[in-house]
């Protein structure tokens, strides 16, 4: 097993918050942190002492990047995993392009889940508008049109209701390659995130309740109750399942529907998450540290909750101009990111309190 010791540079893919955490964390632990991004300039650009601005298409800007850094890692999966092969032939990469390959389609995410037993939403390919009808029939008019690539926070899907909404949904997401999934009757939404060292050790984190609101999170609460508490061993088994079948090392994160039939997997994601931000606080070890320790081939670090429980809200668009009368209460531990613009709809922040 490869290790890498303090003291070496971290190179992150992506600077936007969840890169700035991941920096943070990496600093705590005495690593240096370089970030590639197509942008001039993010929320990690605050902390961390080194960035390039290059595509994720230019092979010769990520070889030259991949040369300055001791291991590489991503904070989304929104990256060319074709970006990943190439720094690959030059260094540690973690997590490798497979998980980033699965996770940006759909219908790939589905069916790999499905291989290894869990349980989806009824799904289809829709690849033309007599293929979007037939899956109606089949599954039914009740059911939500997703974009088989580049969809998150609710974007890039369209809720269908009756058989005639099938030509204005079609139209809606641009005809591109599509998923058909039914809808899934649920009682509560939860994550499993978990971190897997290269040795294949696996730590979890107590599961959040997580509530969206305009297809974005809105809350995460743990520790979680009711079905969540019924169903979280089996989601957890499913979770083990897919790291290992990717031989994953970092953080991965997988999103269940609580249901009366029990857990239904709904998406995954390669990396820390917005739902397991209550760790920094709220856990031993928060799931940024842990990925930087098992993408370090470090020891992992205790994932138990360090209070009895946590709650944490995101601060979308002008909630974050509310800082003053959040820090006015003594037990919020707020994390703003740096973003300049409040704009509708883009997470600026979080705030969490413990349950103590």
């Known amino acids: 097993m490869t290790t890498v010791p303090p003291g ?17 964390a990496a600093a705590q632990l005495g690593y240096r942190t370089h970030i590639y991004a197509p942008e001039e300039s993010g929320p990690a650009a605050d ?9 994720y298409e230019d092979a010769a800007a990520l070889a030259a990047f991949a040369d300055g850094v001791d291991v590489v890692t991503y904070e989304f999966e929104n990256i060319d995993p074709s970006a990943v092969d190439v720094l690959s032939t030059h260094g540690l990469v973690r997590p490798g392009a497979e998980a980033l390959r699965i996770a940006q389609d759909r219908l790939l995410e589905k069916r790999f889940v499905s291989d290894l037993g869990g349980t989806t939403a009824p799904f289809a390919p829709v690849e033309s508008l007599d293929e979007l ?4 029939d089949d599954i ?8 088989r690539r580049m969809g998150y926070d609710g974007k890039g899907q369209v809720r269908l209701s009756e058989p005639g909404d099938a030509v204005g949904a079609w139209n809606a997401i641009a005809r591109q390659s599509a998923i058909l999934e039914g809808f899934v009757t649920f009682e509560e939404e939860f994550s499993v ?11 979890f984190w107590d599961s959040a309740a997580n509530v969206h609101e305009d297809g974005i999170l809105a809350t995460s609460t743990v520790p979680a109750g009711g079905r969540i508490a019924e169903q979280v061993e089996e989601a957890r088994t499913l979770a083990r399942k897919v790291a290992d079948a990717l031989g994953y090392v970092g953080v991965l994160t ?6 009366a039939e029990g857990p239904v997997f709904n998406e995954m994601a390669p990396r820390v998450h917005n739902s397991g931000h209550w760790t920094i606080e709220g856990a031993v070890t928060s799931q940024f540290e842990n990925h930087v320790r098992a993408i370090c081939g470090l020891p992992l670090g205790d994932a138990g909750l360090a209070a009895p429980g946590a709650h944490m809200r995101n601060l979308i668009g002008a909630q974050a101009n509310e800082w003053q009368a959040i820090l006015a209460d003594p037990a919020n531990h707020l994390h703003l990111y740096g973003k300049h613009e409040a704009r509708a709809g883009r997470k600026m922040g979080h705030v969490t309190r413990l349950v103590l």
């Open 8 to 24: 070496s540079t971290i190179g992150i893919l992506g600077g936007g918050q969840l890169g700035r955490m991941i920096a943070v």
């Open 47 to 55: 902390v961390s002492p080194r960035w390039t601005r290059g595509a």
């Open 133 to 136: 009808e037939e899956a109606i």
């Open 140 to 147: 039914g008019s009740r059911a939500i049109l997703k974009t």
């Open 193 to 203: 995130i978990l971190a897997r060292g290269a040795d294949g050790e696996v730590r």
């Open 254 to 259: 997988l999103e269940f529907f609580a249901s």
